[in-house]
């Protein structure tokens, strides 16, 4: 892989701990703004006098690498996707919505996404695309101290139940709910190339992204507890795969079954040296995910042939995870009712080990809770 992408890992297997400062991958701020608080840069672009997409532009280089809701920034790709996603909604007030001219952006109102919201719901746009559309725009009033100031789904006359449903996985995407013998897959691909089968087997067995088991480095990610700053009661095993997942997220996944060291052992012995990533050194990150995917596609193991694709390893994992602590499989694997307080507790674990700060997120993987047992008076 590149260069850089070396550096920057060999920079964080040495300090395995060590977090990214907040505003430390913001751009460079011009040279007449030095010295100006954001309410002095803003107030200098007058509402009405100034043109709206440039106030947006504005706002844009100002607010665009924080998150929505938490003290951190967010993913280059994040950054451009909102940024794409808002110059678009300013243009299309005015190209799709009726509206004369664009608003100020401090000057959107409640008619403006009521209308958009309209738009997208003629073009039959998908719940998850709508929810991530009115969170870009939540973004967009934080930036500007409106927080709250989207609204419910309900009061833009969306479903509730449709909105949402998205969060919670419909059907199974796990290689074990097809019927797929993962084992012998791994087999079959290790013949072809066996970076490419270890890597799988990290999905497998630690529930990694695609992305993170390719730059995953068996030797340098490794640690023992003592050194992952945990706090002592969550002590789980003796050593710990360290994991910088999307936006700069670091997580932690203890070595607990013989399938996890096994997996670890295994990707040690297909790479060259010990600060090696999984990945073929003489080629890119890009490149090196698209040898992964093409491994899939050669064996047939594609979402068009076999109703899978990779990330469907680490769906797998997940539910196994729930498994083992509820006794039960997941609402998803057509699991039964699990008591209020298991199933809150399997959960969180389930989305910590997925590298998501959200309870809910776990859903994505399991299914929706099902309802309590009657009796069953616990809050969860």
Do not use: C
């Amino acid at each position: 892989m590149s260069t850089a992408l070396d550096s920057t890992a060999q920079r964080s297997a040495r300090d395995p701990t060590r977090v990214r400062r907040i505003g430390a991958q913001q751009p460079v701020r011009r040279q007449d703004w030095a010295g100006r608080s954001h309410q002095e840069i803003l107030a200098s672009y007058r509402p009405g006098k100034s043109d709206p997409l440039k106030v947006l532009e504005v706002l844009i280089e100002l607010f665009n690498t924080r998150h929505t809701a938490l003290e951190k920034t967010v993913s280059h790709k994040t950054r451009q996707e909102r940024a794409r996603f808002l110059r678009r909604f300013f243009a299309d007030l005015r190209r799709r919505a009726g509206f004369r001219k664009p608003p100020d952006p401090r000057n959107l109102g409640q008619k403006h996404i009521h209308a958009m919201v309209q738009v997208w719901q003629r073009e039959k746009l998908a719940p998850a695309t709508i929810q991530t559309y009115l969170s870009f725009l939540r973004g967009l009033g934080s930036w500007m101290g409106k927080h709250g100031f989207v609204r419910k789904p309900e009061q833009y006359g969306l479903s509730l139940d449709e909105y949402q449903r998205h969060e919670y996985a419909q059907h199974d995407k796990s290689w074990a709910g097809k019927g797929i013998d993962v084992q012998a897959v791994l087999a079959e691909v290790a013949a072809f190339d066996p970076r490419v089968a270890a890597s799988m087997r990290l999905m497998d067995a630690l529930g990694l992204r695609r992305k993170e088991s390719v730059m995953h480095r068996p030797f340098a990610h490794v640690h023992p507890f003592d050194q992952t700053g945990l706090p002592e009661d969550q002590k789980r095993a003796d050593e710990y795969v360290w994991v910088k997942g999307k936006g700069g997220r670091v997580r932690w996944i203890a070595l607990e079954t013989d399938a996890q060291r096994a997996a670890v052992a295994h990707a040690r012995s297909v790479v060259e040296g010990r600060d090696a990533h999984m990945g073929n050194p003489a080629h890119s990150l890009k490149r090196n995910l698209r040898r992964l995917d093409y491994a899939l596609e050669k064996f047939g193991f594609t979402k068009a042939e076999r109703g899978v694709t990779a990330h469907g390893l680490r769906h797998g994992n997940l539910q196994a995870l729930y498994q083992d602590m509820t006794g039960a499989a997941p609402p998803v694997r057509g699991g039964g009712v699990v008591p209020a307080e298991l199933d809150r507790a399997a959960r969180l674990v389930v989305s910590e080990r997925a590298g998501h700060s959200r309870l809910r997120a776990a859903g994505a993987y399991l299914g929706a809770i099902l309802p309590r047992l009657r009796g069953d008076r616990s809050t969860g």
